[in-house]
């Protein structure tokens, strides 16, 4: 019989520290944190662009600015263009539609 049997190892050792997540200050501190159901990784993304404000969005094409953050970060993934489609209408509508804030509703069908 091992003496991790009889005491568990925790106690011996203490618990494992949990890793703290980190926050991105900058991003969640953005006006565009405004737009509802937005991520701070798409809002971090739009930073790092030098999209600051949500009207710096309006009258851009969605996939445009998707590619420049390609060229930026090549790793960025496909799941993020869902909400850069709902950014830019959220900045060009004065009253947007509470269903249309929803980022599977900017899901591209063919991809």
């Known amino acids: 019989m091992a003496i991790e ?5 925790d106690v011996l050792y ?9 926050i ?3 991003a969640m501190g953005s006006s565009l944190m405004r ?3 937005m991520k701070t990784e798409v809002v971090r993304d739009l930073i790092d662009l030098g999209i600051r ?9 969605p996939e445009s600015i998707f590619e420049e ?8 993934e496909k799941w993020k263009l869902p ?3 709902m ?6 509508v004065n009253l947007p539609d509470p269903k249309k804030l929803h980022p599977q509703v900017w899901v591209d069908p063919s991809s």
Do not use: C, M, N
């Not at 203490?14 to 997540?21: L, S, V």
């Not at 404000?53 to 094409?61: D, K, P, Q, T, V």
């Not at 953050?69 to 960025?76: A, C, G, R």
């Open 87 to 92: 950014a830019v209408y959220f900045s060009e």
């Open 5 to 9: 049997d009889l005491i568990p190892l």
């Open 35 to 37: 737009i509802p159901r």
């Open 69 to 76: 953050i390609q060229k930026l970060k090549p790793s960025t």
């Open 14 to 22: 203490g618990k494992p520290e949990k890793k703290k997540k980190k």
């Open 53 to 61: 404000e949500i009207f710096e969005l309006s009258g851009r094409a």
């Open 24 to 26: 991105d200050k900058e």
């Open 83 to 85: 909400y850069i489609r």
